[in-house]
């Protein structure tokens, strides 16, 4: 092989090895840069899912409550008070009214529990107009969730209606 030949491959070669010492850097940073918005992209799944689960749990709880109304129609309007803890087990018999105050008690509890400690509830009922025997209830469950981009928190509210039959035949 001709020495000229020779010598231009080495000084080739030579410049090849800076170029691409810079081209891993440069590929590095756009790595990085892609990797940032990976982890900003978990951080909001994150905040959508936990919003997702007291969406649900708001739902189940005030599922919970209507079916209760249901099995228990006559003392509808106790539903909209304050719960009382009566210790209603298998051993003490209670009376509709202590069965509906106990329902209310611990639907407030688990709300609770598996909403942020901000919750606050509003059951409002509206009587049957005879000769209907269907009263309308509306329950409305509130909370507030952070909010970390704006200062302060943001107001979530879950509400629903239902008509309950108060009265044999319906």
Same mark, same amino acid.
């Given at each position: *092989?001709?020495?000229? %030949?020779? @010598?231009?491959?080495?000084? @080739?070669?030579?410049?090849?090895? &800076?170029?691409?010492?810079? $081209?891993?850097? !440069? +590929?590095?940073?756009?790595?990085?840069? +892609? *990797?940032? &918005? !990976?982890?900003?992209?978990?951080? !909001?799944?994150? %905040?959508? &899912? %936990?919003?997702? =689960?007291? &969406?649900? =749990?708001?739902? *189940?709880?005030?599922? $919970?409550?209507?079916?209760? *109304?249901? =099995?228990?129609p006559s003392v509808l309007a106790s539903y909209t008070g304050a719960g009382v803890d009566h210790l209603c087990t298998g051993t003490k018999i209670c009376t509709p009214l202590e069965l509906a105050e106990e329902d209310v008690f611990w639907w407030q509890q688990n709300l609770k529990a598996g909403l942020p400690s901000t919750v606050t509830t509003v059951v409002a009922l509206t009587a049957p107009v005879a000769p209907s025997k269907m009263a309308t209830v509306n329950v409305s469950v509130s909370w507030k969730e952070r909010n970390k981009n704006a200062a302060g928190s943001v107001d979530k509210t879950y509400a629903t209606t239902s008509t309950i039959c108060i009265a044999e035949p319906c």
């Open positions: *092989m001709n020495i000229r %030949k020779i @010598h231009k491959r080495q000084i @080739h070669l030579r410049r090849n090895r &800076g170029f691409t010492l810079l $081209e891993a850097l !440069i +590929g590095f940073l756009i790595l990085s840069i +892609g *990797m940032l &918005g !990976i982890a900003s992209l978990q951080a !909001i799944s994150l %905040k959508s &899912g %936990k919003t997702s =689960v007291y &969406g649900s =749990v708001a739902t *189940m709880k005030v599922d $919970e409550l209507f079916e209760s *109304m249901r =099995v228990n």
